[in-house]
T-cell receptor, first 110, second 113 residues
Framework: SQQGEEDPQALSIQEGENATMNCSYK?????LQWYRQNSGRGLVHLIL?????REKHSGRLRVTLDTSKKSSSLLITASRAADTASYFC??????????FGGGTRLMVKP | EPEVTQTPSHQVTQMGQEVILRCVPI?????FYWYRQILGQKVEFLVS????????KSEIFDDQFSVERPDGSNFTLKIRSTKLEDSAMYFC???????????FGSGTRLTVV
């Protein structure tokens, strides 16, 4: 299956620091998406990067994709306490069916 | 900002009972999905729906599951005879194009007792 697996599973940083989360997957993909989930809530789409793209930015978010290594990273710069959440990568096939990883739990301490 | 609305937020049902989970996707979206998340586990794909038919489904989505778009706004997931292992958070999502991020609803927590 096209599994996304995040690393680390948990990350604790101070406000103002950068947070980097990594994702690896196994098979070819159409695109890769990152989502955020606050405890007990729905998933919020953050960013989509297509298989022919290498880097994408959205505000304080920077996503990279290396299809040769089957990996992606999400960088959150200048983190805030409000960024505390779980972050998931999800690989998409041609039909946009998503396969989610286990997530990274990010805690940003004020 | 447009939202995907799911009802109910919590549902408790007895094993063997039928449940219907309801969703109102974003009005101009064309692709609809159901996912579930068992407590402590990954979010899992169940089914995708486009142009009034199922476009893709997972192994989880067996004969006990069905989806319907009975009118222009609602999108429902029915589980005919619930099992204990169906207990999970069920998320509905929609997207406006095939290659596009999803908008997820807040989920329905289903507890089968």
């Amino acid at each position: 299956s096209q599994q996304g697996e995040e690393d680390p599973q948990a990350l604790s940083i101070q406000e103002g620091e950068n947070a980097t989360m990594n994702c690896s997957y196994k098979t070819s993909i159409n695109n890769l998406q990152w989502y955020r989930q606050n405890s007990g809530r729905g998933l919020v789409h953050l960013i989509l990067i297509r298989s022919n793209e290498r880097e994408k930015h959205s505000g304080r978010l920077r996503v990279t994709l290396d299809t040769s290594k089957k990996s992606s990273s999400l960088l959150i710069t200048a983190s805030r306490a409000a960024d505390t959440a779980s972050y998931f990568c999800a690989t998409a096939n041609a039909g946009n069916m998503l396969t989610f990883g286990g997530g990274t739990r990010l805690m940003v301490k004020p | 900002e447009p939202e995907v609305t799911q009802t109910p937020s919590h549902q408790v049902t007895q094993m063997g009972q039928e449940v219907i989970l309801r969703c109102v996707p974003i009005s101009n979206h064309l692709y609809f999905y159901w996912y579930r998340q068992i407590l402590g586990q990954k979010v899992e794909f169940l089914v995708s729906f486009y142009n009034n038919e199922i476009s893709e489904k997972s192994e989880i989505f067996d004969d006990q599951f069905s989806v319907e778009r009975p009118d222009g706004s609602n999108f429902t997931l029915k589980i005919r005879s619930t099992k204990l292992e169906d207990s999970a958070m069920y998320f509905c999502a929609s997207s406006e194009a095939q290659v596009h991020g999803y908008t997820f609803g807040s989920g329905t927590r289903l507890t089968v007792v």
